[in-house]
């Protein structure tokens, strides 16, 4: 079976529900971005809270990739992420699932994060590397790089404890070749050939086996950044 470029959300899913369980039962948590409490279900341990900018509503400005309909009628907190209503360290947690580039002001997220978090309290973000454009007009980065985080989260008072690649270059070019017959249905009049369709699975098959030999091609290109971090604690 080739499952190349079909990993990205399996992978991120997995490594979240492994760093979740490293946050001590009864913890206070906040779902920065939950949108529709996608991963609640992963901290059934922890004292959850959601919160986001509730906004979109599924349909955006009808271009690139939507959802179609968003139900975020479950919200804890509907505010902006930069001035969460909450006081100075009253979160033993914060996860930001796949939000960074939705925001205008990252760097004001990661400042407001710092600021909620109890000394020692732990950070854990994912983004992705590389994005198509979805959710517009909310989409305001196609990705960030290693750098990103290790500037602005040390910054910011953070100790990155674990930063990890998803996937590689082979299994991101796969992801984006399962794309092309949507892309050409909506954008190129209709969908591949026969022979077009046999291509696609020909170069799925060499992903493949490339994506499984690889040794190192994710610093070059990968689906996205799975970070957990520690506020460290005052002097």
């Known amino acids: 079976m080739i499952s190349v470029g079909t990993r990205n959300q399996a992978n991120r899913e997995a490594w979240l529900e492994r760093t979740l369980r490293r946050i001590p039962e009864g913890s206070r948590i906040l779902d920065a971005g939950a949108g529709e409490l996608k991963y609640k279900r992963l901290c059934a341990h922890l004292d959850y ?19 179609g309909s968003w139900d975020q009628s479950k919200l804890d907190i509907i505010c902006d992420i930069t001035a969460i209503p909450e006081p100075d360290a009253s979160f033993d947690a914060i996860m930001c699932v796949e939000v960074f580039e939705h925001l205008s002001e990252p760097i004001k997220a990661v400042e407001e994060f710092s600021r ?82 046999w291509a696609i699975r ?32 005052e002097a």
Not at 136 to 164: K, T, W
């Open 49 to 67: 809270v959601a919160q986001d900018f509730a906004k979109y509503d599924g349909k955006g400005d009808g271009s690139a990739l939507q959802m």
């Open 116 to 197: 909620l978090l109890k000394p020692c309290g732990h950070l854990i973000l994912t983004a992705p590397f590389c994005s198509m454009t979805h959710f517009a007009p909310y989409h305001f980065y196609s990705g960030f790089s290693r750098s990103f985080y290790e500037v602005h989260l040390p910054a910011n008072g953070f100790e990155i404890l674990d930063l990890q690649g998803n996937g590689n270059f082979f299994e991101y070019l796969g992801q984006e070749m399962r794309r092309i017959p949507l892309m050409a249905e909506r954008y190129a009049g209709g969908h591949p050939g026969l022979l077009e369709s």
């Open 202 to 233: 020909f170069c799925l098959n060499m992903l493949e086996r490339l994506a499984q030999e690889d040794k190192g091609s994710w610093e070059m290109l990968h689906f996205g950044w799975h970070v957990l971090a520690v506020k460290k604690s």
